[in-house]
């Protein structure tokens, strides 16, 4: 077998030099690519040593039913395998030093999780929703209940790359923010495979720029989007990437890879600043922010969740970027400093990226993806604050590699460190 791997090895160099040396570069890397797909390498060798994800769950996301007394964490993990994991929300404090038993666990093939990037709940209804991103990118129903190896009991496919899901139970509405197209979609609660959006926020005047949490707030009739900053031209209706992505008429009709993408367009892109865009409830098509929450003042660092504290009149975003989360009030516009911040050694926060709020027991949860971690902490938090208490997918002290769907592998011999890009 090793003998057979470097004769491949050796014919793809010969070829590639020889090609090179003919001045035929355009052709060398197609050339190399189809002697790979002649000959089957199977590499049976273990390898030296091993960075990857460990076998605990990456919490991604987070959603309270206050009425049953229960939390719901999503979990992205590749070596564990992506779940939705239901806890009790009132477990002793005695316990968060050591690893929390979930009562149910949804994972498996049939439950089709991957990449889960957010989830919410309807205690009315009993169900759990959840979003994946840049997988298979859909909308997922659960029974609350639901343990093992469940299928949805309902599908809704979204745009590409959602990110961002929120349930509104007055108008039962869902509300999905979809990163890659700069794009916000509305569906009706019980929508399926065959059901359409209700209408969507998307294009130029709106200044989405990739977005993340999402927030409806009925009795204001607002919509709070939270933005990384990274924008690109999206005309309104567009569901697929602008630019190197699959066109919608040619999928399942690939026939090579070259005619299945997109040609390259001159760029768009620009980086902003990121940012709390704030929309009408009803708004639809290429409409502008009512008004936008951003500068150095707010704090905003690679904002993720968000959520609204509906006593307090506070937006709470997530903050993975500095291990924070910040509380601006609900009529912030422009540079506005927050009204109050939970950062520092004590709190346990660790690229958060969810917040959920028990408004029955007034207190905060917060989905920490670096730390395998779930902390609880009182309503009214500020400063370098403890936890209440911990939900723990891993020991105490087992961080994450941070690795987030890596897509290749490099080694810089100079500084001997291997570089991975998420």
Request: neutral net charge; aromatic residues 8%.
């Given at each position: 077998m090793k003998r057979l791997f470097l004769v491949v090895a050796a014919t793809i160099a010969a070829v590639t030099f020889g090609m090179i040396k003919?001045?035929?570069?355009?052709?060398?890397f197609a050339q190399a690519a189809k002697a790979v797909e002649r000959t089957t390498v199977m590499i049976t060798r273990k390898p030296v040593r091993v960075i990857g994800d460990d076998p605990y769950s990456n919490f991604t996301g987070v959603a309270v039913d206050e009425s049953r007394g229960q939390v719901f964490l999503s979990n992205d993990s590749d070596a564990k395998g992506a779940s939705i994991e239901t806890y009790n929300v009132d477990f002793p404090a005695s316990q968060s030093d050591r690893i929390t038993e979930p009562l149910h666990i949804i994972s498996g093939r049939k439950a089709q999780l991957g990449d889960i990037c957010s989830i919410t709940v309807s205690?009315?209804?009993?169900?759990?929703?959840k979003v994946n991103g840049d997988g298979n990118g859909d909308v997922g129903v659960y029974p609350?209940?639901?343990?093992g190896d469940v299928a949805p009991?309902?599908?809704l496919p979204t745009s590409h790359g959602a990110w961002g899901i929120y349930l509104e139970?007055?108008?039962?509405?869902i509300y999905v923010a979809i990163e890659h197209v700069n794009r916000v979609e509305v569906y009706p609660r019980t929508a399926n495979l065959t059901t359409t959006f209700t209408r969507f926020i998307q294009g130029p005047n709106t200044q989405l720029a990739d977005p993340h949490g999402i927030y409806a707030n009925v009795d204001r009739n607002e919509i709070y989007v939270v933005n990384h900053g990274h924008w690109h031209f999206t005309p309104p209706g567009d569901t697929y990437l602008q630019e190197g992505s699959i066109p919608p008429e040619l999928v399942g009709k690939r026939k090579s890879y070259s005619d299945v993408i997109r040609p390259l367009l001159p760029s768009t892109g620009k980086f902003l600043p990121?940012?709390?865009?704030v929309y009408s409830r009803t708004a639809n098509g290429d409409v502008k922010p009512l008004r936008v929450i951003e500068g150095p003042k707010v704090g905003l660092d690679i904002p993720l969740g968000l959520t609204y504290d509906a006593v307090n009149n506070q937006i709470v975003i997530a903050n993975a970027g500095n291990d924070s989360v910040i509380f601006l009030d609900v009529n912030s516009n422009g540079d506005a400093?927050?009204?109050r911040i939970l950062k520092g050694s004590k709190t346990g926060l660790s690229g958060p990226s969810a917040v959920g709020i028990d408004g029955k027991r007034n207190e905060i949860w917060v989905a920490n993806w670096n730390n395998h971690t779930a902390t609880v902490y009182p309503r009214n938090v500020n400063g370098n604050v403890a936890p209440l208490r911990i939900i723990r997918a891993a020991p105490k002290g087992t961080e994450a590699p941070g690795f987030g769907r890596p897509g290749t592998v490099a080694f810089d011999p100079v500084r001997k460190q291997i570089l991975v890009p998420n």
């Amino acid at each position: 077998m090793k003998r057979l791997f470097l004769v491949v090895a050796a014919t793809i160099a010969a070829v590639t030099f020889g090609m090179i040396k003919a001045g035929n570069l355009p052709h060398v890397f197609a050339q190399a690519a189809k002697a790979v797909e002649r000959t089957t390498v199977m590499i049976t060798r273990k390898p030296v040593r091993v960075i990857g994800d460990d076998p605990y769950s990456n919490f991604t996301g987070v959603a309270v039913d206050e009425s049953r007394g229960q939390v719901f964490l999503s979990n992205d993990s590749d070596a564990k395998g992506a779940s939705i994991e239901t806890y009790n929300v009132d477990f002793p404090a005695s316990q968060s030093d050591r690893i929390t038993e979930p009562l149910h666990i949804i994972s498996g093939r049939k439950a089709q999780l991957g990449d889960i990037c957010s989830i919410t709940v309807s205690p009315e209804f009993g169900e759990i929703f959840k979003v994946n991103g840049d997988g298979n990118g859909d909308v997922g129903v659960y029974p609350m209940d639901s343990n093992g190896d469940v299928a949805p009991i309902r599908q809704l496919p979204t745009s590409h790359g959602a990110w961002g899901i929120y349930l509104e139970p007055k108008y039962d509405e869902i509300y999905v923010a979809i990163e890659h197209v700069n794009r916000v979609e509305v569906y009706p609660r019980t929508a399926n495979l065959t059901t359409t959006f209700t209408r969507f926020i998307q294009g130029p005047n709106t200044q989405l720029a990739d977005p993340h949490g999402i927030y409806a707030n009925v009795d204001r009739n607002e919509i709070y989007v939270v933005n990384h900053g990274h924008w690109h031209f999206t005309p309104p209706g567009d569901t697929y990437l602008q630019e190197g992505s699959i066109p919608p008429e040619l999928v399942g009709k690939r026939k090579s890879y070259s005619d299945v993408i997109r040609p390259l367009l001159p760029s768009t892109g620009k980086f902003l600043p990121p940012s709390i865009n704030v929309y009408s409830r009803t708004a639809n098509g290429d409409v502008k922010p009512l008004r936008v929450i951003e500068g150095p003042k707010v704090g905003l660092d690679i904002p993720l969740g968000l959520t609204y504290d509906a006593v307090n009149n506070q937006i709470v975003i997530a903050n993975a970027g500095n291990d924070s989360v910040i509380f601006l009030d609900v009529n912030s516009n422009g540079d506005a400093a927050p009204v109050r911040i939970l950062k520092g050694s004590k709190t346990g926060l660790s690229g958060p990226s969810a917040v959920g709020i028990d408004g029955k027991r007034n207190e905060i949860w917060v989905a920490n993806w670096n730390n395998h971690t779930a902390t609880v902490y009182p309503r009214n938090v500020n400063g370098n604050v403890a936890p209440l208490r911990i939900i723990r997918a891993a020991p105490k002290g087992t961080e994450a590699p941070g690795f987030g769907r890596p897509g290749t592998v490099a080694f810089d011999p100079v500084r001997k460190q291997i570089l991975v890009p998420n």
